[in-house]
């Protein structure tokens, strides 16, 4: 069986922790030497040999620096030799940008898709792992050559739902019409009711959220919904919950960017009772508060490196 | 200004013409010469000369031969010099199998997007169009060296609601929730309200309808759909409504396949008045009745293609 | 070694069952589901893990359908980690369509050759398997990306043609000046004289045949074609054959593709006594005439597929 | 109009001279500078400014160093912006090495076909012109990025023809199985029967030709080749027809190779009385002898290069 | 003539604007919308119509976030329709990591090159125009299907030292061995001597300084260099001139990084008397002191692009 | 563990059987048929089973035959199944023609580095090794796909020299400001002092020779130089060095080329007192004369192809 070694850029150090100490002895701890100059240049050096190895890279397109952090180690590795490439992309940037809706918008979650499709093939083929998409399609933005694999956190919305709702009778909700379908299939899974939120335009920009489904009243309301980023959004869905008589509101989401002040706006709004999210944003990690759970999604990825095939 | 000239598979000759008579004198109309072998060949022949001339090549996807007939036909104008090709893809088959739920299913829409991609490219380009796809990022799924416009009937949808509507309020329906989103943007944009269906499992496959909002009660329910296929999803919404006191129901879709006996199926129903929808489908075009109203893409696909551009 | 797995499409299933029962315990037998949809959809799915084994997918391009099945199970191959991937054509449709000769003329041979060559390589690489090519060039019409094998059935001809003479002296003859060197080459192998026939056109499309080589008076003569279609040229070389004093006709054939009533067509001519072809397209199988005996080259494809190269 | 302008390889100048001749104004002669070093390497330098011309480069792969020269010239004409490329190959060496038949055999026709199909492409596109291809196939072993295009000099051939009888009756011949199609072919469109010639193997390499049609004596037999290259094969075929009673044999050939003493020893057989070739291979040009007529391809070239499109 | 329009990336609007001021009507000011987002995504749109236009995007790639602004910016005006792209990248960072000299380092000059050949081509063809490369090689980095461009700022390195010397004699002189070949090129061109610095190294990381000719004493020296980062190596160098004697010191460099507090350094050191850079890199322009002068690269650039071919 | 054989083309059939040695059972000695057609055409055939193995191909782009033959070698073992394919090009020609200097030169070491590029990938992918390129950066001209790996022969040279020496003190030496880098980190490794030579231009092509340092009187010179091609620049900076008073001349090259009478021109001058080359051309081994003195790079090549991954 070849050899396995695993890489993260420098922001996702922490997950690759967390998969090293899932493996055992089966995975290699990829070592890395990274230096910064003072023109804004940086200087990466793949330290440990990959040379017919299957090497696993980790790392979020969260900024343009580790986007292009993840680039070039992954042309490192690939001419150094490695047998395979697999990276792992948890949160997968740019993923609300996923068309034009005016004339000359860039697509960015294609232009990304984009920009990793054009690595050389290594010997066994490159992979692309990403974990709850904004938008399902994105998977087939890559090109024909890489093959992408989309992994659904179900099972961790599911779980996290259950520990929150402690064996009481709840309804899982959406942020707005974008998520129904998603927030329908699960609770579908979950055996409860879904309820929805849909946003009517008063005038320009201003919209009047709608709550739909009577059947809040005097009940936990779960809200999920894939991302939180500055929170507005929810926060304004969680009020039109409240106002239709919900008796307690909490949040799963699978990426918690919490961009600026976010969690703290969440906070300070008190209308959310609790938040359970995963590592998938290392934003999250940054976070201390007895509201907010994270919980990792290292062994997700560990089964789906495991498979010998995507689906 | 380079010479434009439209060729059709055989059973899209019909949008062709219409394209042709909205065109004048700028555009020629192409040759073609097709015959069938006995032993399941097809010989295929362009009599007109495409050198250094804009081909624009209309064919659906909607079945095995057209879809090869479509790509048979621009490997030849390829081939012949033509200085760019424009492929007219009115209904783009298989975009409902735009993703795996399954292991091993085969993504459809991406193998189709694949295989139009990898067309050697004209001096000029290639570029695709089409209209109202069932999923937003199939555009995308198309590989990065060719340039996908997708068109959206928003107009015609407007048109043909404000058309069945006749000055009587109404109500803008969605047969899913996977439409939630665009029935909620064409509601906003007619400044009418939104009506959804959601459903809910009740065991195994078996799905309990649930018309939301009250608001449909002694009012005309228009349902827009991108297509209608056997038209059994269409008649369930449409009970739901009309179960929810809907004075009258109306229909619009943009992809009017009605497979097999599909139309008659939704006549006998008795539930729906009228059913409005566009040629993009060569099946739209059999019927013969007065329930449906069939109107022309025409004019949209003769605009898109006055672009120099495509957003 | 890694794990070989066969899939066939649906008309090839008897080939791969063929070829199965001679592989022994060396082959998986792929499953795939296959249902087809009112509007002329097609599903499918791999039920087997293909991941890191080696793919074989029999298929011929015998009309549209199956093209583009073939085309669509091996994208999913591919997309599902197959190591490597063999495509056997045992039938390769539009072989004669190997040439313009007319302006405008689609070289469907090469359309094919280009959609096969258009598939994303796997690990190990895209292999194309092709029997007794209408043109031999047709096997460099691939793209430099994958790598074509011709396989010649010449073993199969000279035992048919040793079967059919059992033991009395014959001639092997052609059908038309394109096959001339091929039988001169059979011929030769067999040490048996050649006959050949030419043909000179007397007026627009009208043609007169001439049976050269006096030596077929009061022989055994046994036409060789690569395939036989309508059967219309066979009827046509076989009367010159007769005219010129044969005393029985034979024929062999690797492609009996019998378009239409072809066999009836041949059989009725009373010209022929006996055929013998391979099983390279279905269509042979569906004739239950002792006057036709149909021998299989599953063998063939065996024997190649244990080849660790292609000559 | 684009500027267009024309180089050569150092072989071909005497053909860009022709071609020159007759396009009067529409083309510039292109101006190299070459020179060639003492350790073997050649220096190439694009005198003239070719960005936004379309580029006309004429040059046949007759050895190594013009192979590479033309693909030297190309990759530079590329690089300094031409606007097309049409490289003009009047013979296409390794075009009788076109299969392999035995286990690793190279097949040069392809790895040349590979070689240019590899130049990246102008902003219209890259073509090939070539002329009698020893089989007609290896215009589509180009890769599909690039237009080939086979030009037939039969309009040459049947000129030759009838100038070489001079009113008298005559038989066209081949020298063997390979062109017997062709042959009749043209035959038919002279209205005069065909002639061929076939090889029975008596033991190992040792043949037996066997010419067929009596109707070859006291006759004007023409035997027409593709190319010449050391003359053998056709000095056997010509004694075949003269051993069956013919009057006088002349030959029409396309290419006039005449590798090493060729020319000298088909003179020195004494049976054939006069030869036409084209001046696709500069050898032709180097033999100044009564018996040897050249005649120029300029003009089909030239009519090709006018055309917006090939078929 | 196809209509030209000039875009930059956020940094480089000042050479923008430089360039429009030199086109007069010729050119276009192409507009952007760019926004960015509170997680870190930008949002960018081009306002301008690009379609059937030449487009021309300046940009360097001088931090993480302009590399892929001008990624994304190129991919939407090739998305867009633009005729032909050329990318202007003043300055290209990770010039000076151009190869590995250890084991496993990344080389960035490569991968940033490759990234910017990904790009799919427009109509015209990609190109990127690039000033006084660090190492000239880099020009070839780029892949084939994309036409680099190197300019030579050699006139305006000529005219500043002319100014400087303002008529007294001078001695040009590197920082280094690597640019050794390039002074001495320069040097020759204006009929001056040249002086070198060598480093001898004395132990582990310390060099010793080796200023040779011993004609710099009371002279004016005029260093060289193609950038200067952090100023380091060239107050190093300057130490040994002032040290052989020379009489004033000033210095000319192509590219004004001026990392950190670099300009500072140089200017505390006391050494050199007067810089003179281009405004190739944006920092150049943020320092407001007597001794350094910046020179626009505007006309080269102007000049470069007037050009229809590239050498 | 694959296995592994070697291929050489005509010239390098002395370093393959170098290398075969070194390698003892791990290496099979691959078979190859050519032969020479008396056109120019070449017959290359692959006797041994390359399939499934890693195959290693060693010739030099000496010339244009062998250049091709590289190629064709390349394309069959590609062709035949080859695992993995290794191609070490011990000299590359063409290095010095690395840029253009004047508008239009072809850049012929960008076009060799493209034609190899251009071959289809092997499973494990295809890689180049190089030894000593005359610019670093050629390295990377090689298209993003193909692993290139560039050899240092610093461990030769430091041996010849000291060899050269025998424990008395010297001097390296430079023949141009071209490699004033190279021989300035050689001296360093060494401990020795540098020398170095410069040229000013008097007038036109006229150059005089500044031989640097003092330090060469009464001392031993050893001169490096990447490569002797007709030696004419290596005795001008030779005459320098013995007119600065130099004790001895020794020379150390790693590509003895000699072109012409390039050897015997160097001994005549009576300047130099010795050379030691290495066996990267074929030419070194012509050379039969005590002044010169041969040392493989076997070794060099067999550690490198021990490795499983690049540098």
Redesign the interface.
């Given at each position: 069986m070849p050899h396995r070694i695993v890489f993260a850029t420098q922001h996702y150090q922490y997950l690759k922790d967390r998969i090293l100490s899932l493996c055992g002895d089966q995975c290699e701890n990829g070592k890395l030497?990274i230096r910064d100059?003072?023109?804004?240049?940086h200087?990466?050096?793949?330290?440990?040999?990959?040379?017919?190895k299957e090497v696993v890279l980790i790392g979020g397109t969260?900024?343009?620096?580790e986007?292009?952090e993840l680039?070039?180690?992954a042309?490192?590795a690939i001419?150094?030799?490695a047998l395979?490439l697999t990276i792992v992309i948890p949160f997968f940037?740019?993923s609300t940008?996923?068309?034009?809706v005016?004339?000359?918008?860039?697509?960015?979650?294609?232009?990304r898709?984009?920009?990793f499709?054009?690595l050389?093939?290594?010997?066994?083929?490159n992979r692309i792992v990403m974990i709850d998409l904004h938008?399902?399609?994105?998977?087939?933005?890559f090109?024909?050559?890489i093959?992408p694999m989309?992994l659904y956190a179900k099972d961790f919305v599911k779980e996290a739902a259950l520990e929150m709702a402690a064996g009481r009778p709840f309804v899982l909700a959406s942020t707005?019409?974008?998520r129904?379908?998603w927030v329908?299939s699960l609770?579908?899974d979950l055996h409860v009711?879904?309820a929805?939120v849909?946003?009517?335009?008063i005038s320009g920009d201003e919209t009047a959220i709608t709550a739909?489904?009577a059947d809040v009243k005097d009940k936990i309301v779960i809200i999920y919904d894939d991302m939180i980023?500055?929170g507005g959004s929810l926060i304004h869905a969680a009020e039109s919950y409240r106002d239709a008589g919900a008796a307690e509101i909490c949040v799963i989401t699978t990426h918690g960017?919490f961009?600026?002040n976010?969690f703290q706006k969440i906070k300070n709004s008190g209308i959310i009772k609790r938040i359970i999210c995963t590592d998938t944003h290392p934003n999250a990690l940054l976070i201390k508060d007895d509201m907010l759970q994270v919980k990792s999604v290292a062994q997700l990825i560990v089964d789906a490196l495991a498979?010998?095939?995507?689906?």
């Amino acid at each position: 069986m070849p050899h396995r070694i695993v890489f993260a850029t420098q922001h996702y150090q922490y997950l690759k922790d967390r998969i090293l100490s899932l493996c055992g002895d089966q995975c290699e701890n990829g070592k890395l030497e990274i230096r910064d100059f003072p023109d804004g240049e940086h200087y990466h050096r793949i330290l440990s040999n990959v040379g017919n190895k299957e090497v696993v890279l980790i790392g979020g397109t969260i900024d343009d620096q580790e986007t292009l952090e993840l680039y070039d180690l992954a042309s490192g590795a690939i001419q150094l030799g490695a047998l395979s490439l697999t990276i792992v992309i948890p949160f997968f940037g740019y993923s609300t940008m996923e068309r034009a809706v005016k004339y000359g918008e860039i697509v960015k979650a294609k232009t990304r898709a984009v920009l990793f499709s054009s690595l050389p093939n290594t010997s066994r083929g490159n992979r692309i792992v990403m974990i709850d998409l904004h938008v399902d399609g994105i998977t087939w933005y890559f090109e024909s050559g890489i093959r992408p694999m989309h992994l659904y956190a179900k099972d961790f919305v599911k779980e996290a739902a259950l520990e929150m709702a402690a064996g009481r009778p709840f309804v899982l909700a959406s942020t707005d019409a974008g998520r129904a379908k998603w927030v329908e299939s699960l609770a579908n899974d979950l055996h409860v009711p879904a309820a929805f939120v849909f946003k009517r335009r008063i005038s320009g920009d201003e919209t009047a959220i709608t709550a739909i489904s009577a059947d809040v009243k005097d009940k936990i309301v779960i809200i999920y919904d894939d991302m939180i980023r500055t929170g507005g959004s929810l926060i304004h869905a969680a009020e039109s919950y409240r106002d239709a008589g919900a008796a307690e509101i909490c949040v799963i989401t699978t990426h918690g960017i919490f961009a600026g002040n976010g969690f703290q706006k969440i906070k300070n709004s008190g209308i959310i009772k609790r938040i359970i999210c995963t590592d998938t944003h290392p934003n999250a990690l940054l976070i201390k508060d007895d509201m907010l759970q994270v919980k990792s999604v290292a062994q997700l990825i560990v089964d789906a490196l495991a498979l010998e095939t995507f689906s």
